[in-house]
């Protein structure tokens, strides 16, 4: 995790408001759904990045949220960004085991295992599981926030009685100025913590 805070509780009072969810992805998970806020030709029902070079902008629902995109244009570190959503997972909702690589069997190679989409928990309640295999389950709170690479098999289920609400941001610029320090922070605190574990 990122030792980085922001105003969650005014971003989930915002996505709490809305109700054009779409499902999202229904072979790979259940009761998972998503919003884009940013998005293809800025049409919020457009969640699949399918071309390359296409143009994207704020949508409608960046419009119903002023305090997300607030938070997304001026307080998140980013400089430019292509698909970035709300994702949701309602009560008793998951997302299968699966990973993101173009080939699903392709092997784990340095070159495609960086992190690559920016997480922000909104909500992520107690009985809610993100497991990625080969790490178990990862410890996330509202408010917390992570790199992760969506090339490692990973899956999540939702056994609480809240939605899970998560923004995630592909194809992100991350201004290194506003992140290098967090980083650094983050790495040191990760080392301290575990500094029995050898690399």
């Not at 143009?55 to 698909?83: M, V």
């Not at 080939?103 to 497991?131: A, N, R, V, W, Y």
Request: charged share 25%; net charge negative; aromatic share 14%.
């Amino acid at each position: 995790m990122l030792d980085f805070q922001f105003r969650w509780e005014d971003i989930l009072h915002e996505v709490e408001q809305l109700d054009e969810w779409i499902p999202y992805r229904e072979s790979s998970g259940k009761n998972w759904s998503s919003l884009a806020l940013h998005g293809i030709s800025g049409e919020y029902k457009k969640v699949y990045h399918t071309d390359d070079n296409v143009e994207y902008d704020w949508t409608s629902i960046a419009d119903k949220c002023p305090k997300t995109k607030d938070f997304l244009q001026n307080q998140a570190g980013i400089i430019s960004h292509e698909r970035t959503r709300f994702m949701k997972i309602d009560p008793g909702g998951s997302i299968f085991l699966h990973n993101d690589r173009d080939i699903e069997d392709q092997p784990l190679t340095l070159d495609i295992m960086g992190p690559s989409i920016l997480h922000f928990s909104i909500q992520h309640p107690k009985g809610c599981d993100f497991h990625v295999s080969g790490w178990g389950n990862i410890p996330i709170d509202n408010g917390s926030t992570w790199l992760f690479s969506n090339v490692w098999n990973h899956e999540c289920i939702n056994n609480s009685d809240k939605p899970r609400y998560h923004i995630l941001t592909n194809g992100c610029k991350m201004d290194s100025e506003f992140w290098r320090p967090i980083i650094k922070r983050s790495w040191k605190s990760f080392i301290d913590k575990y500094n029995n574990v050898k690399f």
